[in-house]
């Protein structure tokens, strides 16, 4: 049994539906959306958020990401929401049923939980669909309150052999109203 099914999220599940500005989002989660904590002082939100979005990709640098996460929440006293992002064609539907995609996010997720749990921690995985990648991070961070989201990127170049951040990492940075890490991955060796 996955750590999806384990959850509730079977792969033919249908998605709840999210309308964030104009933009709908496909969300498949176990979790509560409820944590973290915003005062509010001189009409401004003052950030005290303890909880931390890590974005799962399902690569090599998932285990790194994860035990930074974990490591940051609990000397915070906050919780982990670790992310896996499918960016769905517009050709189809946003909350579209992608088995084969959902099938490689559910072992990714589990692989997550596995290495907060050896960490002492506990994860909190969740797959959303979305046309955009890099908003739906940012709206999840807002969501779950986070302090701090964390991402990995691969070390890959453009045509002109320069480093090339790709599409998400740049929206993120301008539009989180968090903190934002991103760890990017050794360069190979020619």
Known sequence: MSILERLGIHPGRAADKLDTDGET???????????GKIAVQNGEHSMSLRNVLVAIHGDDMDDELIRLAC?????RKGRVFGVYGVEVPRTLPVDATLPEVTEKAGQALEHAVEMAERTNFEIEPEIVQSRHYGQSL???AESHQCGLLILGIPYRTD???RFDPGETVPYVLTHARCRVWVIRGQQRSC
């Open 138 to 140: 940012v709206d999840e």
């Open 25 to 35: 989002f496909a969300h498949f989660s176990a979790s509560s959306r409820q944590s």
């Open 71 to 75: 490591m940051m929440a609990k000397a």
């Open 159 to 161: 045509r002109s052999g």
